[in-house]
């Protein structure tokens, strides 16, 4: 790897860490009272989500084009049924996105709404 490559790796690295605090700060303020904290990065990626939320296991994206389907799958393999997966994705000068398969969201929402008409 080239002085150049490891620049840009750097970059890519600080680009993810930022993305993952200011998901970190919209999460609290959506959600006061719960923990919400970044996942461990120390760990292997699979032992704790990019932002650590209730009943949610979220892998942040962030970059020039992301890939959304990657993310939800990495999201789901991590999560091993234990969270609903979802992948929060961010490409350059646009707004994030939020991904989930619908069966998942179908069963949040149901969740959610008995919550709120009970």
């Given at each position: 790897?080239?002085?150049?490559?490891?620049?840009?790796?750097?970059?890519?690295?600080?680009?993810?860490?930022?993305?993952?605090?200011?998901?970190?700060?919209?999460?609290?303020?959506?959600?006061?009272?719960?923990?919400?904290?970044?996942?461990?990065?120390?760990?292997?990626?699979?032992?704790?989500?990019?932002?650590?939320?209730?009943?949610?296991?979220?892998?942040?994206?962030?970059?020039?084009?992301?890939?959304?389907?990657t993310?939800?799958?990495?999201?789901?393999?991590?999560?091993?049924?234990?969270?609903?997966?979802?992948?929060?994705?961010?490409?350059?000068?646009?707004?994030?996105?939020?991904?989930?398969?619908?069966?998942?969201?179908?069963?949040?929402i149901?969740?959610?709404?008995a919550?709120?008409?009970?």
């Amino acid at each position: 790897m080239n002085l150049e490559q490891e620049d840009m790796g750097k970059f890519s690295v600080e680009k993810g860490k930022r993305f993952e605090r200011e998901l970190v700060q919209k999460f609290s303020e959506a959600l006061p009272g719960a923990r919400v904290c970044r996942g461990y990065q120390w760990r292997s990626g699979s032992d704790a989500p990019d932002v650590d939320i209730p009943g949610f296991w979220l892998e942040a994206k962030v970059g020039g084009k992301t890939n959304h389907r990657t993310a939800l799958r990495q999201a789901t393999a991590a999560a091993k049924g234990t969270r609903w997966p979802l992948a929060v994705c961010k490409d350059d000068f646009q707004e994030a996105t939020v991904h989930m398969y619908l069966k998942d969201f179908l069963t949040f929402i149901r969740q959610w709404y008995a919550g709120r008409v009970a």
